[in-house]
């Protein structure tokens, strides 16, 4: 063993764990306490008994330094809003009753007030709730929950524990003006405010035991201007400089930290955590350019903490051997919280035995931390056997059969450009359409699902477990098709959806009937509050055995006159909602799904089919962090849209449809789709989007949400209606639809019903004053 090699005491730590228990016991709790099920004690007391296993599985997986903080009833930048107390006045009165309702208040909306705005965290599939900031925003520090979870760990013999906390800079960054605030508001103007209250926060934990505080600065890793680097200059000298204070881990993850790593590295902190996985491997050449962290900690993100492959310890030895001469001491971690992955791959009975050797969730994760760090300390003498093992789990997956078919990847080959554009320009299209499809001015439709009734999953779990035969099942199908399909002609809805009663996932549903896919049990993981989902694992290449949705798209038209809408999941957000292959460029796998996708297509059309929505809800978040890397994405993620779609007849109209993302970085993008009509997410931000689609000369059809779905409220026709003519300020009348801001899967029946019925009102009132 030789010291070049070796680090003194290398520590394995994790930035956060899975939240939810091995059978989401915090949802179950937390949906039972908002349906009058289970009191707040039984809350809290699931919570905390939620807490204590997972530290106590970290300590004795090897884990030295526990995570604190991480944990959350819905989601840890709402949680840093309440610790800064940036709590909106709307929801200031409810807080101060019931701190515990008030903050799910915030969270979900109430009947009577708005939620907090809800976009996705930075390029995964999580969903925060944006802070809501202005010029009169007063900042009180409350580290109740931060304090109250860490002596929670400390008194259970945890005593290294380590809070984490969202940053300032990244909190300021992740921010939007609140309502009534001009637009143009800078909430980063607001730091000196803000900065206190770390001050604040930072000593109560030192005072409460923490020996290091990591503050996450993630919105680092984006393109920063040099103001954002001043400020992120200013708050670390500030914070570095107090005396009263814990040891600070600034930590940064999701992609390259750039021109901010220098400024970071020179900050008076003791130490950084450092994402060294997929684009910000580049991290190791830039550390060494700036001088390393000399007597300082580095925390080394080797480990992916967003997919499900096993790491290459062999590689991740090298590199953590080079990181040895840039640090003070070097720590091993994943590259972010293991948030973002699902629990245990042990529990996956049904995965193939072969390829469940490539798979690795958040605990194989952790002892893969812990491999290394024992590594890195002891010397590779002491991970042989784990070496080896790896080795050979590596060869297994590069040489099965399932990773390669040659059928598949000669028909991607094949592609043309010609097989990426529809015959006809959208304006020739556009006459087609509305002469097939006889639509009233301002159409309505939904964007695809509708309730999950808790009928539907018995069915689905009866069926799984034998207690009913495949024939008793497809009758529950067809019965929920009819009553969704009458509902929506009663309604006077113009375009119909058959409500997708056969399937559990958006995703998933597909994932299952594809070649090259797994499927997992319990591979769950958060997007939003108490929404989890299975991402399926694109382990090898992808075809299409069958048609997968033609029979209940068919037989729900046959039950009405008005168009029913075939409902696809596009091939980007099919990427970006699964754990894809790691082993070839996202590119060639997009195309692989997008030709699938086509033939499924082209079978709806010829099933009758008119109208199809080809939904891709997660173009904006897969987008680079960094410009430089995006119009790349961008060209072949559009080419992928374009391939799955540019098949079909002129006078079939193509839908595609997002949400809950920003938009505005990607309009060119939008329009290079050449979708007939996008639907798009709009209640919450007040119909930003349509405005911003205008200021673009965005050309075709837009619908933008006017009914909010991840809030339990239902909103007035009054409200609809005030959308409606907001949208109609933005796109004209022959261009606008009226539809949700998102599929209905989620919600219960009593509230869809009144809410479409309201969105159904509007959309007659506001034809008639036309």
Request: net charge negative.
């Amino acid at each position: 063993m030789t010291t070049s090699s070796t680090s003194p005491g290398s520590r394995a730590t994790v930035h956060g764990y899975p939240r939810q228990g091995p059978d989401r016991e915090l949802k179950k709790a937390i949906e039972g306490y908002w349906k009058g099920r289970v009191g707040a004690q039984s809350l809290t007391e699931t919570a905390a008994a939620l807490r204590r296993a997972n530290w106590r599985q970290l300590a004795d997986a090897g884990i030295h330094e526990v995570p604190t903080g991480d944990f959350s009833y819905y989601d840890h930048v709402l949680d840093t809003s309440v610790m800064v107390g940036a709590i909106p006045d709307r929801h200031r009165a409810a807080v101060e009753a019931d701190p515990l309702d008030g903050y799910f208040a915030m969270a979900r909306g109430t009947q009577d007030v708005a939620p907090l705005e809800m976009t996705k965290w930075f390029d995964t599939n999580y969903h925060y709730l944006v802070p809501e900031l202005g010029p009169g925003t007063e900042f009180t520090a409350d580290s109740a929950k931060q304090v109250a979870e860490l002596k929670e760990a400390i008194a259970l013999g945890h005593t290294t524990a380590r809070p984490v906390v969202v940053g300032p800079l990244t909190y300021l960054l992740l921010a939007k003006p609140a309502p009534g605030v001009p637009a143009d508001f800078q909430p980063l103007t607001l730091l000196d405010r803000l900065l206190p209250v770390y001050e604040k926060v930072l000593s109560d934990l030192r005072a409460a035991g923490a020996q290091w505080v990591q503050l996450d600065e993630p919105a680092l890793v984006q393109d920063q201007p040099p103001a954002v680097l001043s400020a992120a200059t200013r708050v670390y000298r500030h914070l570095g400089s107090r005396d009263d204070r814990p040891k600070l881990l600034v930590a940064s993850y999701f992609d390259r930290l750039g021109e901010a790593l220098p400024v970071l590295a020179k900050a008076p902190v003791e130490g950084l955590a450092l994402d060294f996985t997929g684009p910000a491997a580049a991290n190791l050449q830039d550390l060494a350019a700036v001088g390393g962290l000399p007597g300082k900690r580095l925390v080394a993100g080797v480990v992916d903490g967003r997919n499900v492959w096993i790491n290459d310890l062999g590689r991740s030895t090298v590199t953590l051997a080079t990181l040895l001469g840039l640090a003070g001491t070097v720590d091993v971690a994943p590259s972010c919280s293991l948030l973002h992955v699902p629990l245990d791959a042990a529990a996956e009975r049904d995965v193939d035995t072969q390829a469940a050797r490539w798979l690795a969730f958040a605990r194989q994760k952790t002892a893969e931390v812990v491999t290394l760090a024992r590594g890195l300390t002891e010397g590779a003498d002491a991970i042989t056997a784990q070496l080896a093992a790896n080795r050979a789990d590596l060869h297994s997956r590069a040489a099965s059969a399932l990773t390669h078919d040659p059928a598949v990847r000669a028909r991607t080959a094949a592609v043309t450009d010609a097989d990426t554009r529809r015959t006809l320009p959208y304006t020739e299209r556009s006459a087609a359409q509305r002469s097939r499809l006889r639509l009233p001015l301002l159409p309505t439709t939904t964007i695809g699902s509708f309730p999950q009734t808790a009928e539907l999953r018995t069915a689905r779990a009866d069926l799984r477990a034998g207690r009913i035969t495949a024939e008793q099942y497809e009758e529950r199908i067809g019965a929920e098709i009819r009553e969704v399909v009458a509902f929506q002609e009663k309604a006077g809805i113009d375009v119909l959806v058959h409500g997708e009663p056969e399937r559990n996932d958006m995703v998933q549903y597909f994932a299952e009937q594809l070649s090259g896919c797994l499927a997992t049990q319990n591979g769950w993981v958060q997007s939003y509050g108490t929404r989890y989902v299975r991402p399926p694992i694109l382990a090898g290449d992808i075809s299409r055995p069958d048609p997968m949705t033609v029979r209940w798209t068919r037989y729900a038209q046959s039950l009405t006159d008005r168009p029913v809408k075939g409902m696809l999941t596009g091939p980007v957000t099919m990427l970006a909602w699964s754990f894809v292959r790691d082993d070839q460029p996202l590119a060639e796998t997009a195309r692989q799904v997008a030709l699938a996708l086509r033939d499924e297509v082209n079978d709806l059309e010829a099933a009758g089919t008119s109208v199809i929505q080809v939904d891709e809800p997660a173009l904006r978040e897969t987008l680079p962090l960094r410009s430089a890397g995006r119009a790349a994405y961008l060209a072949w993620a559009t080419e992928a849209f374009r391939l799955a779609t540019g098949g079909v007849r002129p006078d079939t109209q193509i839908h595609t449809h997002m949400c809950y993302a920003e938009f505005g970085d990607i309009l060119a993008a939008i329009g290079d789709l050449d979708a007939d009509v996008i639907s798009l997410e709009a209640a919450r931000s007040h119909m930003q989007v349509a405005d911003e689609l205008a200021e673009a000369g965005y050309p075709r059809e837009v619908g933008p949400g006017v009914y909010d779905i991840h809030s339990p409220r239902v909103p007035s026709a009054e409200e609809a209606t005030a959308l409606l003519r907001k949208g109609l300020e933005a796109i004209p009348a022959e261009r606008l639809w009226v539809n949700p801001d998102c599929g209905l899967k989620t919600r219960g029946w009593h509230e869809v019903r009144t809410s479409l019925e309201h969105l159904v009102a509007a959309a007659r009132d506001m034809r008639s004053a036309l």
